[in-house]
């Protein structure tokens, strides 16, 4: 543990020995959570991958909502709001994005151990082709190289050291978030180029065997349709930044993903995920016309029964330690960046004030 990770460890540490997790809970237990996981991998693989969670950390976060929340599915959500019902107490919701086949073979067991329901998003098209989301592919290809230094400035990309595995894990972070400002039709073709820059000549034979980034199959969402405890939902077909395409092409991608699921599981499909959690209000209409009853985004905040298409979700990684973890579920790191959302608008409306006058 880092020296930045030990301060911040000892920080929410001392937040949760003073009471404040247990006060905000209690003062927040009319607001549903909605808790955002990825993947899970063994604790014995040693990839750190911020959207990979180690077993023994996803169980004992499981257990902990489950001593401190009610956890129902989303659907019972709708229901409760739709009727102008009164929400249990303290209610969460759990889900996991981008349909990974170890959402089947290592989140569901721990699930039905506990009795507690969940919805995964899967990205359609991903499943029908058994590729891989690019994120994964541009991760591993770092994860993977031998090489020390990478130069893309010929890409607009930079210059990365990789010289130790912390350093490829963050050109790999930082290599990521620059690609997802990259419009779509130039984005895979620097995909190709990076990885091949980056010495990786078979994508998938390690890939497959160490099976990180595996995606369900339309045969194990055909499986997982018929269990109670889990909802079938929406990541769009491609995992695309919605945001990032033309109207029409969003729009293709949030129905056929709709059809193709519902193809599939003979089931309505009602629940929508915005890939990378990009959203605006143009998308949030075309989800809404195309059927779905609610849709979710990255991000922290309140939950809000007027904002169906823009919920928010705590999204867990692997850096989480367990008190940080308390904080977000609880609401402390919510109602900190609320807070300061509300003073700037609050400064600015008063510069405008100042400024008129």
Not at 101 to 115: D, G, S
Not at 116 to 137: C, E, F, H, M, N
Not at 198 to 218: D, M, T
Request: some cysteine.
């Amino acid at each position: 543990m880092d020296q930045e990770n030990r301060r911040l460890y000892f920080f929410y540490k001392f937040l949760d020995q003073i009471g404040l997790n247990r006060v905000f809970r209690y003062l927040l237990s009319d607001r549903p959570k909605i808790v955002m996981y990825h993947g899970i991998i063994d604790d014995s693989n040693d990839i750190e991958c911020w959207w990979l969670i180690k077993q023994s950390s996803f169980v004992r976060q499981i257990r902990y909502i489950k001593k401190n929340f009610n956890v129902i599915s989303i659907d019972k959500v709708y229901s409760y709001i739709s009727s102008n019902e009164a929400l249990p107490r303290n209610t969460c919701i759990l889900s996991f994005d981008d349909g990974y086949k170890n959402y089947l073979t290592k989140v569901l067991p721990i699930l039905r151990a506990e009795q507690l329901p969940s919805i995964v998003y899967i990205p359609s098209g991903i499943s029908a082709s058994q590729g891989k989301i690019w994120t994964d592919r541009v991760f591993y290809a770092f994860y993977r190289s031998s090489k020390t230094f990478l130069d893309l400035n010929d890409a607009n990309l930079g210059m990365w050291r990789m010289s130790s595995k912390n350093d490829r894990i963050k050109a790999a972070h930082g290599v990521i978030n620059l690609l997802k400002r990259t419009p779509p039709e130039n984005k895979y073709t620097l995909i190709d180029l990076i990885i091949s820059k980056l010495g990786i000549i078979n994508e998938s034979s390690k890939a497959e065997r160490e099976n990180y980034f595996a995606i369900l199959s339309i045969k194990d969402i055909e499986k997982l349709s018929s269990d109670p405890l889990v909802t079938i939902g929406s990541h769009s077909v491609n995992h695309e930044i919605l945001t990032q395409l033309s109207i029409k092409e969003a729009d293709k991608e949030i129905r056929r993903s709709k059809g193709m699921l519902e193809e599939w599981i003979n089931k309505p499909v009602n629940h929508f995920s915005y890939p990378d959690g990009k959203w605006n209000s143009t998308i949030a209409e075309l989800v809404k016309k195309a059927g779905y009853k609610t849709a979710t985004r990255i991000g922290l905040g309140l939950f809000r029964n007027n904002q169906l298409f823009q919920v928010p979700r705590l999204a867990v990684g692997f850096w989480d330690n367990h008190y940080s973890f308390k904080s977000m579920v609880n609401g402390v790191t919510t109602i900190k960046v609320e807070t300061e959302e509300f003073l700037g608008k609050l400064l600015q409306s008063n510069r405008g004030s100042n400024n008129f006058a």
